[in-house]
């Protein structure tokens, strides 16, 4: 059952746009939030990560912003870079059985010099 | 820097065959994960060990089996391969169950033919 809607599935932005990623969940019990960003040829990488103590998470051009009652967050990726260009997943995993981190369908994001 | 690798990147083997996968950490993590990953459909959790041969089911458990029997290698085992096995295999550590990112490794491309 995906437990987690990732969407769009792929996504072309021109250098320098703002890149937007979305994810909705369906458990109220999910309090870790994080964002893998995977190269081809290699494994996902944690990339930033936010919980629902607080509405928005910034880490350089990376920006998680969450909405608790909506079910939904999201990364926002500024000035985007051809090196952004990957395969970006969200996830999700509650604290009573942070083992089972349930994994979005990945967005593929292609930023065109 | 954690470090998690794997046996193989690519790897061929014929229906019916015995498939060994392995996967070592150097950061004497205590668990270790091993996903699938489909097109569409992310990251699916195999199995999990939380210690030497502890292991628990994932979600998608059927037609394989682990090994844990050193702290740093968990080897995923195929008992006899089939077509729908063939995938993205993706194995992970985590440093103890109170913590929440995974490192993951590079991934081995499993074709069974």
């Known amino acids: 059952q995906q437990q987690v809607k990732q969407s769009p599935q792929s996504l072309i932005v021109q250098k320098g746009g703002i890149s937007i990623i979305n994810c909705a969940y369906e458990n109220t019990a999910f309090d870790y939030f994080p964002w893998y960003q995977q190269f081809p040829g290699k494994g996902p990488a944690l990339l930033i990560a936010i919980r629902p103590d607080v509405s928005e998470k910034k880490e350089g051009r990376f920006t998680i912003s969450f909405n608790k009652s909506a079910k939904q967050f999201s990364l926002h990726i500024m000035d985007s870079q051809p090196g952004d260009s990957a395969t970006y997943f969200c996830a999700a995993s509650a604290a009573y059985n942070n083992n089972d981190m349930r994994f979005g369908a990945g967005t593929r994001l292609t930023v065109k010099p | 820097d954690v470090k998690v690798t794997q046996s193989s990147r690519y790897l061929v083997k014929r229906t019916g065959e015995k498939v060994f996968l392995e996967c070592v950490q150097d950061m004497d993590h205590e668990n270790m994960f091993w996903y699938r990953q489909d097109p569409g459909l992310g990251l699916r959790l195999i199995y999990f060990s939380y210690d030497v041969k502890m292991k628990e089911k994932g979600d998608i458990p059927e037609g394989y089996s682990v090994s844990r029997e050193k702290k740093e290698r968990f080897s995923l085992i195929l008992e006899s391969a089939s077509t729908n096995q063939t995938s993205m295999y993706l194995c992970?550590?985590?440093?103890?169950?109170?913590?929440?990112?995974?490192?993951f490794g590079p991934g081995t491309r499993l074709t069974v033919l």
């Open positions: 992970a550590s985590r440093r103890d169950r109170v913590t929440d990112t995974q490192y």
